[in-house]
């Protein structure tokens, strides 16, 4: 049966080649001005990690993952709850279809049309400005990264919905029944009987959210490309790549790649894998 | 009581959706507006319409297009096909090497694919494969293959074994079960998975932001980025531009979107019911 996986199973060795290429090539000093490489140890990653600009890139990746992650749950939470009470199934698909176009657009695009939303004097501010608010530089050093956290929290939501709203829809109807009985209100019902039965929404919702967070590139780099303000890691490393600081760069995709798998495998084994052989 | 408790619900439900709607209408509306429009009307309020605008953007970027057709198209059918390959290998597999293969897998789908910056581009420079068609085209394949085994893994599992069985004790060979048996069971996951292996190859922007040099060979993500990136032109051109961009995926979208869905969901093996 083996022969069956072989064609994926050498893809899928060519992808753990690159991975180990870069780890290998993370210990050496490979650069522009080191065009042969050296072995040098932990240097690079010494070096990586006393950059400024590197180490905040990553400790911004990670609070955008962790607030996307805490974000889309929330949204996931409230906006699942609301189309599930809904007693119209058109209503409900087409509903949940608007908050899942996000994931369907190209994600540069979704940049250049946030980019333009956020502008001063044309965006979102002109309403502002209409209604007597004071304007928002949206995408100015201050405010630059929560102005592209809330596109994320528009742009991934909708991947917490359908989660959400799939494990709600398998919620035996006698359960709700029984607790209507009981006479308690829909809140009620919904706090106390539903979400205790949708667990599992929350640990795919996490990771799924995670996962896509960890590889947001498109979405600052469209809209402020050189803006070290919302740098990502991913980002930080592709200028590393760009100004053929090599080492650098594959030391940065080591610690992603770290960080990547260390919620990955137990997420294939423990989750997924289980999940299938359960059915 | 009852009653205004479903106005709120519905209200506040409106009230969301709508938000959700503001880019997709900005993108429409702006698309449209002519070069002096785009310097006197915000972004939010619609002022007339005006085809040229789109259509000079569509002619730039044309070839975008078609390079993304000449890569994607290729790549969902090799992917979808040695996913779902790979997908009853593993099934048919109850070992310790199964679930190894399937973190590669998951591995192949899930991780950030700029951390293959570095080696992707120069292994391609090794192969003679830098800046061509089939260089980005192997790849897509290297992350859309695992993709495509794990959504295939999710979706034959909820085929009930019995079928499969019979088949075996009718005595079928292994390839006859699973191009006539499976395949047909799992109709739907083939195409879930297509769709969205399609709509995500389609989109991708780094993979070409790294391996193609040649404006010519650029797939459309990376030609409209070129093109209008930054607050350097009009806004109606940027917004034509995202329009052209998007309009493959959001037609799929609109027409085969329960299919996406059923690809998002089996991300989390949520397929099953």
Known sequence: MLIFSSPALIFGIFLLYMLAWDYYFSFTNWSLFNPIPQFVGLQTYIKVLTNPITVASLERSILLAALLVAAGNAMGIVLAGLLFFLRNNTQRNVYLSILIYPLAM???????????????????????????????????????????????????????????LAMLMNVPSSVIDAAKVDGAGTFTIYLRILLPNVRGALIISSALLFLFALRIFSLPYGMVALNPFVETAVINLYWDYISEHFAEATAIAGIVIAIAIAVVVPYALYGLKRWITQG | MVNAKSVIHQVVLAIIIAVWLIP??????????????????????????LASNIVTVAQGLVYGLINSAIVVLPVVAISTFLGALAAFGFYRLRHWLSDFLFTLVA???FIPYEVAAVPLV????????????????????????????????????????????MAYI?????????????????????????IYILIMAWNNFFIPLVLVESPSLRPIALAVQKYIGGYGVLYNETYAGSLIAAIVPL???????????????????????
Do not use: C, H
């Open chain 1, 106 to 164: 190209p994600m540069i695009a979704n940049a250049f049309i946030w980019l333009w939303l956020y502008n001063v004097e044309y965006g979102l501010d002109y309403l502002f400005k209409a209604m007597g608010l004071p304007s928002v530089n949206w995408l100015g050093p201050q405010y630059a990264f929560w102005s592209i956290f809330l596109v994320t929290i528009w742009a991934y939501s909708g991947l917490a919905v359908i989660f959400y």
């Open chain 2, 24 to 49: 997709l209408y900005a993108m429409v509306i702006n698309s449209f507006k002519s070069n002096l429009a785009a310097q006197t009307t915000p972004v939010l309020l619609p002022s007339g319409f």
């Open chain 2, 251 to 273: 037609v799929i979208f609109v027409l085969l979107g329960r299919y996406f869905v059923r690809g998002l969901l089996a991300l989390g093996a949520g397929a099953k019911g």
């Open chain 2, 170 to 194: 009718d005595g079928a060979s292994d390839f006859t079960v699973f191009l006539r048996i499976l395949l047909p069971l799992a109709m739907p996951g083939v195409i879930a998975t297509a």
């Open chain 2, 107 to 109: 591995i192949g789908t």
């Open chain 2, 122 to 165: 120069k292994i391609m420079v090794a192969l003679g494969l830098f800046n061509t068609y089939g260089g980005l085209i192997l790849a897509y394949l290297i992350f859309f293959i695992p993709t495509g085994a794990l959504l295939m893994s999710i979706f034959i599992s909820v085929i009930p074994k019995d079928y499969i069985e």
